[in-house]
């Protein structure tokens, strides 16, 4: 059988953690066919990022006419847009209908603190955008308030549900709600908690962009996105346990994508 095909435009992360690297790794592990779009190259590793380059709009572009014109792309995720101008050029693919069951993943900032993202250009893709997935840090950003508790997830997740995405998952890692990861899942019904057992690891570089990607390969199979994100929050607690003790880089390690220490 030809496997569903799925589209990640994001960053390069040099170091495979993050970025096009980690979307690509999720969903071979899922069983999709991945494509990508790359908005811009950083220079990173598990300690941080060095340096950023955005690729140029029309660049992206031509990346996107490629792709789409000739594979078809059951669902899309977007990663670090880096600039308003590459924002609008994959806004004028979502506008099109070009970009099927799109998850918006705003990167705003990575794991070490760096810049890697801005508000206004997230903003422009949030009105086509089939899901989206901001952590506490994103939401904050994105609704103008705090987000540090579970519910201030609540919160902000259906105070931007209202404000154009179909569907917000406010994903918090981040959030002490003894000793459970809860997400908060809002729009296309009542508001939900997705709550899983909180795993013990400094190792979780790039757990935004495996769970959204996730979600992709999940809408790209048909299943609704209540279905995708619990089957996304499943996979990337399998991956973080997986990974807990692994000793790749001095900083915040990558996840176990391929059920390696299963």
């Known amino acids: 059988m030809t496997p569903r095909t799925t589209l990640t435009i994001a960053g390069s992360d ?11 790794k999720v969903f071979a592990a899922l069983g999709a066919y991945g494509t990508s779009v790359i908005t811009a190259v950083t220079a990173q590793n598990t300690r941080g990022v060095d340096a950023v380059l955005p690729l140029p709009p029309q660049t992206v572009r ?17 990663g670090m847009l880096g600039t308003p101008a590459v924002a609008d050029a994959v806004a004028e693919a979502a506008r ?17 603190g760096h810049r890697l993202g801005v508000v206004t250009a997230v903003e422009r893709l949030l009105p ?7 952590n506490c840090a994103e939401a904050a950003a994105l609704t103008g308030r705090p987000v540090t508790t579970v519910e201030e997830m609540v919160a902000a997740a259906e105070a ?27 729009g296309g019904g009542p508001t939900t908690l997705l709550r899983a057992p909180r795993v013990p690891t400094r190792h979780n570089h790039g757990t935004g962009c495996s769970f959204s990607a996730a979600i992709t390969v999940r809408l790209a ?18 991956a973080l346990t997986g990974a807990r003790d692994w000793e790749l880089g001095a900083g915040r390690g990558p996840l176990d994508h391929f059920g390696w220490s299963a």
């Open 128 to 134: 086509y955008a089939e899901v989206a997935t901001p």
């Open 14 to 24: 040099s170091g495979g953690g993050a970025g096009i690297q980690a979307d690509l």
């Open 160 to 186: 931007l549900a209202a404000g154009g995405p179909a569907h917000v998952v406010v994903t918090g890692g981040d959030v002490d709600a003894a000793g459970e990861s809860v997400d908060v899942l809002a």
């Open 221 to 238: 199979a048909g299943d609704p996105v209540p279905v995708a994100v619990a089957a996304a929050k499943e996979y990337v607690t399998r």
């Open 62 to 78: 031509d990346q996107l006419d490629s792709v789409l014109g000739d594979f078809d792309v059951r669902a899309v995720k977007t």
């Open 96 to 112: 099109a209908g070009r970009l099927r069951h799109l998850v918006v993943d705003p990167v705003l900032v990575a794991t070490s």
